[in-house]
């Protein structure tokens, strides 16, 4: 039995970024990049009016009010065609590029057209009102950085420099099986003895919340020659998931065939609950995480091992949950010798943040799991916390309202 460190250490050295391919810029959305974007042209490419008013020239401005003539309108999309000289204004619409002779912008609101000409009420500095090319983006400015995670202003910006694809990291696909002999599909009506087969679909969701795509193997029955049949349809994928069959089970087959067929057994078992009895290695290659049965330590064991090791493989930078201080809400007991993993609910009471166990801690408890935004992290040598002591918690909810909530 190894450590929960010694554990993600040996798993993310057999991890690196997948390859790249090229995506509608539309498909990249949360994607990690694998390229720099430089801007091609300067955005915008030619001084226009941030507003809908009057070109002038601003010594025209300074004594006012001011009555100008009007020597012709430019929607916006259309050039000029004549110089704004002294005593002239031309009517200029918001994106318009600024005609020649023009240094300032007077909005419409602070004018009175009259006929032919308009009279300017309220002044303005020189240069107001006009956005000067490459305000926004320089030609030959790096834009984007390789391994940036793409936001929707991302995709705006690509959209912006004429970029219709970009280059991501791959998404791996994820084999996922769960095993036993007492497992029925989630359609099947489970008689006495049976259990829905759950693992499968929150694995899959945690898979697809990381950015990378489950491919579901279904079940694989308590026999030996029905798992290695599955096995061997996983290695089309690049990471291989099952759940259950890693215990000390006369029927808990994973693990010996983990090292019969595969390539390496890294370790079996970790210093953690809920999760000790994990699995991991490869078969043919293909890395394989054997996590145990129960739902909670499948999805904790996770949380804790596969999802870093994808983000890895996605190209993310970071690849691990944002941990906090709290205050523990109720008191929780443990013997030494294992880092315990309990679920809670994180709030913002009083310029703090405060952990409330979400009830009971066993790991078929997948109820508690539900209620659970964050996981108290209870390190190994200790046994005992308080009500009111601190706790580190393990996020499970990487939203940026955390950081509005406070800083403590």
Known sequence: MISVEKALKTILVHFRPLGLETVNILEARARIIGE???APRNIPSAANSAMDGYAVCHADVKNLPATLKIIEDIPA????????????????????????????????????????????????????????????????EKVIRKGDILRPAHIGMLAALGRTSVSVYRKPRVAILSTGDELVD???????????????????????????????????????????????QALRADVIISSGGVSVGDFDFVKNIMGEIGNAMHFWQVAMRPGK?????????????????????????????????????????????????AV???????????????????????????????????????????????LIVMEEDRTRIKKGEPVTVQLLDDSPSWSEFLRL
């Open 36 to 38: 720099n974007i430089v």
């Open 186 to 232: 989630i359609k099947t009506n489970p008689g006495p003895g049976k259990i829905v087969n759950s693992n499968s679909y929150s694995l899959a969701a945690q898979v697809m919340e990381c950015g990378a795509a489950p491919v579901m193997l279904g079940i694989a029955r308590d026999k030996r020659s029905d798992l290695e049949k599955k096995f061997r």
């Open 77 to 140: 999309g259309k050039i000029a065609r004549k110089k704004v000289n002294r005593g002239e204004a031309a009517r200029i619409m918001t994106g318009a590029v600024i005609p020649r002779g023009a240094d300032t912008v007077i909005r419409q609101e602070d004018t009175q057209k009259d006929g032919k000409t308009v009279i300017i009420f309220a002044g303005a500095k020189k240069g107001d009102n006009i956005r000067l090319a490459g305000e926004d983006v320089r030609k030959g």
């Open 328 to 374: 523990c809400a109720d008191t929780f007991e443990k013997k030494a010798g294992f880092r315990h993993f309990i679920r809670a609910v994180v709030r913002a009471e009083n310029g703090r943040y405060v952990a409330t166990i979400t009830g009971d801690q066993g790991s078929g408890i997948l109820k508690s799991m539900v209620a659970a935004n964050g």
């Open 277 to 325: 009895p994990l699995a991991f290695g490869a078969i043919e290659g293909v890395p394989l995480f054997g996590l145990p049965g129960n739902p909670v330590s499948a999805m904790v064991s996770f949380e804790q091992f596969v999802r870093p090791a994808l983000l890895k493989m996605l190209g993310h930078k970071k690849i691990f949950r944002q941990t906090i201080r």
